[in-house]
């Protein structure tokens, strides 16, 4: 069973910058896309950023120019770097690791950002 841990939330102010970090129990390489997808108190989740394993990295229009999606392969890390953030970034965040036979989501990381 995959597991997946993300770690690195936590109270910035608007502006400011935090970096995600996603642990996951296999290797990337095992993976057809990381992801990483957020849900805000009274609203779906929704895609922030994902890259695919073969093809071009995908953002959401709302961070585009703001987040970057990362991995290392060794030791098996997905990041998020978010600058420049907005109130309207909070959220928890949750990382995803997708295959053919359903993957793996962690428990999520909280972002709140103050105005």
């Known amino acids: 069973q995959v597991h997946v841990v993300e770690s690195g939330g936590g109270l910035v102010q608007a502006g400011g910058s935090l970096r995600l970090s996603c642990a996951v129990s296999?290797?990337?390489?095992?993976?057809?896309?990381m992801g990483w997808y957020r849900q805000a108190p009274g609203k779906q989740r929704e895609l922030v950023a994902k890259?695919?394993?073969?093809?071009?990295?995908i953002y959401a229009d709302s961070v585009t120019g703001r987040f970057t999606i990362s991995v290392d392969n060794a030791p098996n890390m997905v990041y998020l770097q978010m600058n420049n953030l907005k109130p309207e970034d909070t959220a928890i965040y949750f990382c995803?690791?997708?295959?053919?036979?359903?993957?793996?989501w962690g428990q999520g990381t909280r972002v709140t950002v103050s105005s």
């Open positions: 995803n690791a997708d295959r053919p036979d359903g993957g793996a």
């Open positions: 296999e290797s990337i390489f095992m993976f057809d896309t």
């Open positions: 890259r695919p394993r073969w093809g071009s990295r």
